[in-house]
């Protein structure tokens, strides 16, 4: 199934140098995951506020949904690189595999849930959405117990649902009013998310199935 993720390995690539010279300033997994964290909240906050009355100093909600793109593209960045440190510099630890799998959802309801303040926006969609995304990366985790390895299949997995946000900033922070156009396309990513949810659970079983 086509999915964002299928591009990892290009963009790993391009950010391998920055990777080595965080090994030798000894940066860890764990702190670029916390980064990636931290991100997301300060993003997700910022999105909160700009919804409520104007206040000086405070940015706007337009300033904070054209960033959205820039912070979804650092998010990402800074996941490939705490994998690629853990992995290619021996830093894997079992504290890392769980702070980096409970990093991906909170990175997630940070970012996205707030989208469900915006004036316009159908609530329930975004909610739904949420939801969906921790289903769906809950499911993706549960292949290491039925077939041990970790599930990424697609249509709509963690990448995707990235790239999908960051349009929808970018098309909403022009000024572009979130009609019609909006609830079709939130709907259109929960049904992609159901579909991920499914294909991810008959990948774990036709792994056990080739077994046997």
């Known amino acids: 199934m086509v999915s964002i993720y299928q591009c990892k390995s290009v963009f790993q690539n391009q950010l391998r140098p920055l990777v080595k010279q965080l090994a030798t300033w000894q940066i860890s997994p764990n702190q670029v995951t916390i980064s990636a964290i931290w991100l997301s909240g300060v993003t997700g906050l910022a999105l ?15 300033s ?27 830093k894997t630890t079992k504290f890392g595999c769980i702070l980096n ?25 975004i909610v739904g959405i949420v939801i969906l995304a921790i289903v769906s990366e809950m499911v993706g985790v549960l292949g290491y117990v039925i077939d041990y390895q970790r599930h990424y299949e697609g249509p709509m997995g963690k990448s995707d649902r990235a ?24 709907s259109a990513v929960i049904f992609l998310q159901l579909w991920t949810i499914g294909n991810r659970i008959q990948g774990m079983l036709q792994e056990v199935e080739s077994w046997k």
């Open 48 to 62: 909160v506020q700009s919804t409520q009355i104007a206040k000086p100093f405070l940015p706007t909600t337009q």
């Open 101 to 125: 799998e409970l990093g991906d959802v909170l990175s997630d309801v940070l970012l996205y849930l707030p989208f469900a303040l915006l004036e316009g926006i159908f609530a329930p969609l």
């Open 64 to 90: 904070v949904l054209l960033f959205l793109p820039i912070a979804l593209l650092v998010r990402m960045a800074l996941n490939a690189i705490d994998g690629m440190l853990a992995r290619e510099y021996e």
């Open 163 to 186: 790239l999908v946000f960051g349009v929808i900033g970018l098309i909403l922070g022009w000024g572009i009013e979130p009609t019609q156009w909006l609830t079709i396309l939130l």
